[in-house]
C-alpha cells in the first residue's frame, strides 16, 4: 500500500470522525468508516480484563441476523467472542474454509448463516481501554486483503486504532441496543446515584447520609445494582457500569 494512499487513508478516516458528538454519532461515524474502507457492517466488543466477561457490544449487522444468532444461542458456539473472552482473538476468520472444514452441527449452521448474510470474512483488532479489551470486528463478503492489498493489515490497525479512541461506551443506550445472551438491564436512578458516589471514593456510610438514608438501605441498593448488572461483588458492579458509561463522573 502506497504511503500516499495510507496516508490520504488516516486523514479521510480523521475527518470523517472529528465531527462526531454523543455515543451514537460516534457510533455511526465509525460504521460508515467501515465501510468506506469496504467492510460490509461492523461490530464492536468490550470484555472485562479481570472477569474476562462480556461488558457491551454493538453492531451493525442485519437485525435479522442478530436476531437469528440470539434466538439460536450462536453466542454459545462463537468462536470469535470465545477468542476474545480468553484474550487471544483470532485476527482473521475465513468463513468459508470454516463452513468447508468443520464438522460441528450448530457451529455448520451458524456459519452457514452468516454466508447467507453475505459475511464471509472478519478481520479483528483488539485494544486496551481501562478495565476492558475492546475488540473491532469488519464483516467483510470479500477477502480483506484485496481490501489494500499486501498493506490491509497495516491499514486496519491503523484505522481501528482510530476507530477504538472514537468509540464511546452506549451508556444507557444498552437498554435499547442489541447484545447477545440477554438484553442489558438498566440500572435504576438510585442505583446509579449509589455507583456514582462510591466511584468518588465516598464510603458507604457517607452515600447513606448523602441519600439521608440508613447504611443497610444503601446497602440493599448497592446489592440490587449488583442483581441487576449480574455481578456477584460490588467492585464488579463498580467497574462495569463504568466500562458502559452508565456512571456520572
Not at 467472542?81 to 468447508?100: E, M, N, T
Not at 455448520?108 to 459475511?119: K, N, P, Q, S, V
Not at 438501605?217 to 452508565?246: I, N, W, Y
Request: net charge negative; aromatic share 8%.
Amino acid at each position: 500500500m502506497g504511503s500516499t494512499r495510507y496516508a490520504k487513508l488516516l486523514i479521510d478516516t480523521a475527518d470523517a470522525l472529528a465531527g462526531a458528538r454523543g455515543a451514537q454519532e460516534a457510533w455511526d461515524a465509525v460504521v460508515n468508516v467501515g465501510r468506506g474502507i469496504g467492510a460490509k457492517d461492523l461490530n464492536c466488543g468490550a470484555i472485562m480484563r479481570d472477569s474476562r466477561e462480556l461488558a457491551w457490544l454493538r453492531s451493525s449487522m442485519d437485525p435479522r441476523w442478530l436476531r437469528q444468532y440470539q434466538q439460536a444461542r450462536f453466542y454459545e458456539i462463537d468462536s470469535v467472542l470465545a477468542a476474545c473472552k480468553a484474550g487471544v482473538p483470532s485476527q482473521f476468520v475465513d468463513i468459508p474454509h470454516k463452513l468447508r472444514t468443520i464438522r460441528d452441527r450448530r457451529s455448520r449452521d451458524m456459519f452457514g448463516c452468516l454466508m447467507d448474510f453475505g459475511f464471509r470474512y472478519f478481520l479483528t483488532q483488539t485494544w486496551v481501554v481501562g478495565e476492558t479489551e475492546r475488540t473491532i470486528v469488519l464483516g467483510c463478503e470479500d477477502d480483506p486483503v484485496d481490501l489494500y492489498g499486501p498493506g490491509t493489515g497495516r491499514a486496519f490497525r491503523a484505522v481501528s486504532a482510530m476507530l477504538n479512541d472514537a468509540i464511546l461506551p452506549p451508556g444507557d443506550q444498552m437498554a435499547q441496543e442489541w447484545a447477545c445472551e440477554s438484553p442489558w438491564a438498566q440500572l435504576s436512578p438510585r442505583e446509579r446515584d449509589v455507583l456514582s458516589y462510591l466511584a468518588h471514593g465516598l464510603r458507604l456510610n457517607e452515600v447513606a447520609e448523602r441519600f439521608t438514608i440508613t447504611e443497610e438501605e444503601a446497602a440493599r441498593h448497592l446489592l440490587s445494582a449488583c442483581r441487576t448488572l449480574g455481578v456477584a461483588a460490588p467492585e464488579q458492579a463498580l467497574s462495569l457500569a463504568m466500562a458502559r458509561g452508565v456512571l456520572s463522573l
